[in-house]
C-alpha cells in the first residue's frame, strides 16, 4: 500500500501528467479479482453459490417466491426495505446462484464507482492513490463474503457509491440529469437499505446550500447552479416515494425484525458499540493509515484525541472485545448462526495483534482527523457531499445504538469511502521506499488480508459442508428438511412459516428453540460444531472439513434426537 501511495507521490510531484499513467490499473483490477471475481469463483468450485448464507436464507427465499409467484414474502428477519434488491434479481430470482451472481455484478459496479468517487475527491493525478483506496475496500475483511451472497451489504454500497458520483457530476456541472439519476440510484438504494438515503441526502443539501451562481470564465458571467425549487423538489419527490414504499413494506406480512434485535439501553452498551464500530472501520483502513499519517507534526489536541481513542479501544477491547462481529469473528463469520464450538481461527495472538492494530489504526485516524480540523477547518479540505454523508452516517448508527439496535460490521462499509477521502486527500508525506512506515503498511495490509481470505475460507468449507450433510439426511428419506436442525440458514429456509410468531412461544428445541424457526416441529436429527451432545441425542456420524479450506481438520456431528415424532 505504501509503496503504490509513494510511486503516485513521485508521479505527480512534477506536475503535469502523471509519468506512470496506467499504473492505477494494477490496484484496481486487484481490488476487482480479490473482492469479487476469485471469491465468485470459489464460492462456484466449493458448492456454496447455490445455498444460502447468513441472512440470505430469508432474503433470498423472498427473492424465490417473488420470482415464481409475483408476491412478496417476508420472514420477519430484515430491518431494511429489501424489497428494491428482490426487484432487480426478479428474472433470475428463482436461483439462488443467480442471485449471488448478480449481487457480485453489484460489487464490480460498487467498487467502480468507489473509484470514481475516489477520483473526484483526490482530482485528475489522484488515480493511483484512488484505486489503492478502491482496493482497501475490496479487502475489507468480509467483502468477498458479502459479494458472493444474497445480503443487502454490498448492494447499499454500490447504491451510495454510485450516489456519491453522480453526485458530483450533478454539483460540478450543475446538470438536472445527474442529480436526477443521483437521487434516482439513492432512492433505489434505499429500499434496499433505508440507511443509503444519507447519500442522497447529502447531494442535496450541498447542491441546495452551495452559493446560487457560479463564475463561468470562457463567456465572463454567472450562471445558476441549481433553483431552489429544483432540489427542494427533487427532495420532497423522495420522500414520498420512500413514504409511499415504507406504508407498503410494512403492510406486508412478516415484514418486520426478529425480536431479538433490540436491547436494554446503558451507557456501557452504546459506548462499547461506537469504539468497537470506530475499530471496525480503523483495522479495514489501516495499511493506508500506517501509511499516511505522521504524527510527529500534530498539535496537542491531536495527540489527546489519539490517546483518549487509544485508551478506550484498549478498554473495549480488553472487556468486550475489538470488533463488532458477524463477519470478522475469531471462531468465523456469522457463527453465532449455529450452536457453539466452531475453531478457533488462526490463534489466540492473532486476534490479539488485530485487536492492538485497529486500536493503533483508530487512534491514528482520529488524531490525523483532529489535526485537519486545526489546519483545514471542519470541512477537512475534502468535498462536502463526502464529508456530510460521513456525518450523517454516523449519526444515524448513533441514534440507532441509542435505540438499543445491534449494528454489525458490515454495516459500516460505506464508511471506508470518507475515511479513505480523509486520509488520501491533499500532499502525502514522502517516505523511503522500504522505510519504516511501508513496513508498518505492508505487515498490516496483509494481516487485514490474511484475516480476510480465513474468514472467506472457513465460512465456505463450513457452510458447504453442514449444507450437504443436510441434504444427505433428507435424501435418505430419514427425515424431511423441516425436521432437520442445523442451524440458522438451514432451519430457517426450509422451515414452513420461518420466523413467524407462534402462540406458544416455549415452542421448539435446542439452541434456536427460542426464536422460533421451527414452529410446531421437533428435529429429528441435529448437525452441529458442538462435539457435545445432549440429552436424548445420539451420535450417528462426523462429517470432516478443511478448516481454512485446503488445510485444517474441523468437525460436524450429526445426532438422532431419540424419542422424535414423525422420523423414519
Excluded at 11 to 22: H, I, M
Excluded at 348 to 355: E, R, T
Excluded at 403 to 408: A, F, H, L, T
Aim: contains cysteine.
Amino acid at each position: 500500500m505504501a509503496l503504490g501511495l509513494a510511486d503516485d507521490t513521485r508521479a505527480t510531484s512534477a506536475g503535469g501528467t502523471p509519468s506512470r499513467s496506467r499504473a492505477w490499473l494494477l490496484p484496481l483490477g486487484a481490488a476487482l479479482l480479490l473482492g469479487v471475481f476469485l471469491p465468485l469463483a470459489y464460492a462456484a468450485l466449493s458448492g456454496n453459490l447455490g445455498i444460502p448464507h447468513n441472512d440470505t436464507w430469508a432474503f433470498g427465499r423472498s427473492a424465490q417466491e417473488f420470482a415464481r409467484t409475483g408476491h412478496l414474502p417476508m420472514f420477519n428477519w430484515n430491518m431494511m426495505g429489501l424489497a428494491g434488491q428482490v426487484v432487480l434479481v426478479w428474472p433470475v430470482g428463482a436461483s439462488l446462484a443467480a442471485q449471488s451472481v448478480v449481487v457480485a455484478g453489484l460489487a464490480v459496479a460498487g467498487l467502480a464507482a468507489c473509484f470514481d468517487v475516489l477520483c473526484g475527491a483526490f482530482g485528475p493525478e489522484g488515480r493511483r492513490r484512488a484505486a489503492v483506496g478502491t482496493l482497501v475496500v475490496a479487502l475489507w475483511p468480509g467483502f468477498a463474503l458479502l459479494s458472493t451472497s444474497f445480503m443487502t451489504d454490498v448492494p447499499a454500497f454500490a447504491a451510495v457509491a454510485g450516489t456519491l458520483a453522480l453526485g458530483r457530476r450533478a454539483l460540478d456541472g450543475a446538470s438536472g440529469r445527474w442529480l436526477a439519476a443521483s437521487c434516482a440510484v439513492g432512492l433505489w438504494g434505499a429500499t434496499v437499505r433505508e440507511q443509503v438515503l444519507a447519500a442522497p441526502a447529502a447531494v442535496l443539501a450541498v447542491a441546495l446550500f452551495r452559493a446560487r451562481y457560479r463564475a463561468d470564465r470562457e463567456r465572463g458571467h454567472r450562471r445558476p447552479v441549481f433553483t431552489v425549487a429544483q432540489v427542494l423538489g427533487a427532495g420532497v419527490l423522495i420522500l414520498a416515494a420512500l413514504g409511499v414504499f415504507e406504508l407498503w413494506r410494512r403492510g406486508i406480512p412478516g415484514g418486520g425484525a426478529p425480536d431479538f434485535t433490540v436491547r436494554t439501553v446503558t451507557a456501557e452498551f452504546v459506548a462499547v458499540a461506537l469504539v468497537q464500530g470506530l475499530l471496525t472501520v480503523a483495522l479495514a483502513v489501516s495499511p493506508v493509515v500506517l501509511a499516511v499519517v505522521r504524527p510527529r507534526a500534530w498539535g496537542r489536541r491531536a495527540w489527546t484525541a489519539g490517546a483518549v481513542t487509544l485508551g478506550a479501544g484498549l478498554l473495549a477491547a480488553w472487556d468486550k472485545g475489538a470488533f463488532l462481529g458477524n463477519y470478522v469473528g475469531h471462531d468465523g463469520a456469522y457463527s453465532a448462526a449455529t450452536a457453539s464450538g466452531r475453531p478457533l481461527l488462526l490463534g489466540n495472538v492473532w486476534w490479539a495483534v488485530l485487536g492492538w492494530l485497529a486500536c493503533v489504526s483508530a487512534a491514528l485516524l482520529v488524531g490525523h482527523v483532529v489535526q485537519r480540523v486545526g489546519e483545514r477547518g471542519w470541512g477537512l479540505g475534502v468535498r462536502p457531499e463526502i464529508l456530510l454523508f460521513a456525518v450523517v452516517t454516523v449519526l444515524g448508527t448513533v441514534l440507532e445504538v441509542g435505540q438499543g439496535r445491534d449494528i454489525y460490521d458490515r454495516y459500516l462499509l460505506p464508511l471506508a469511502i470518507p475515511a479513505l477521502v480523509v486520509l488520501l486527500t491533499g500532499p502525502l508525506p514522502t517516505s523511503r521506499r522500504f522505510g519504516a512506515a511501508a513496513l508498518a503498511s505492508a505487515v498490516s495490509a496483509g494481516l487485514v488480508v490474511v484475516t480476510g481470505a480465513t474468514l472467506v475460507a472457513n465460512a465456505f468449507a463450513f457452510d458447504a459442508t453442514v449444507w450437504r450433510t443436510a441434504t444427505r439426511l433428507v435424501d435418505s428419506g430419514q427425515a424431511d428438511a423441516a425436521h432437520v436442525e442445523a442451524g440458522l440458514v438451514w432451519d430457517g429456509y426450509h422451515s414452513p412459516a420461518a420466523m413467524a410468531d407462534h402462540p406458544d412461544r416455549s415452542v421448539g428445541v435446542d439452541m434456536f428453540g427460542a426464536l422460533r424457526y421451527l414452529p410446531n416441529h421437533s428435529p429429528c436429527f441435529v448437525v452441529s460444531p458442538s462435539s457435545r451432545a445432549a440429552a436424548g441425542w445420539r451420535l450417528v456420524s462426523v462429517q470432516h472439513y478443511k478448516t481454512y479450506g485446503l488445510a485444517g481438520d474441523a468437525r460436524v456431528y450429526v445426532y438422532r434426537v431419540e424419542g422424535s415424532q414423525g422420523c423414519q
